[in-house]
């Protein structure tokens, strides 16, 4: 089977990025988690503003219900994240 020339020009041009980024120093200081913690606790304030809108404006329609399926999401994330 013969591999596409788009997919080896993809391989050899993000590995070495991907290799770099994950042994810098910074990154290794920094860390991943600690961003992906400040966007949980973002994405719980605005689906937390968003259902207190719905239901400032007495909007009770399926956007009402996927904001608040998106909330529980978000912190049963953010939950999990903190636990680990």
């Keep these: 089977m013969k591999r596409s020339a ?3 020009r ?3 041009v ?3 990025c991907l290799t770099s980024m994950s042994t810098s120093p910074p990154a290794l200081v920094i860390g991943v ?3 992906g913690t400040a ?3 973002g994405l719980t304030l605005f689906f937390v503003c968003a259902v207190y809108t719905h239901l400032l404006a007495r909007d009770y329609s399926p ?3 996927l904001a608040a399926g998106f909330l529980l999401l978000v ?3 953010l939950v ?3 636990a680990a």
């Design 14 to 16: 993000a590995e070495p």
């Design 6 to 8: 788009s997919a080896c």
């Design 33 to 35: 988690p600690p961003i």
């Design 75 to 77: 912190v049963a994330t």
């Design 80 to 82: 999990l994240d903190l």
């Design 10 to 12: 993809w391989r050899t």
């Design 63 to 65: 956007q009402f219900g």
């Design 39 to 41: 966007a949980a606790i």
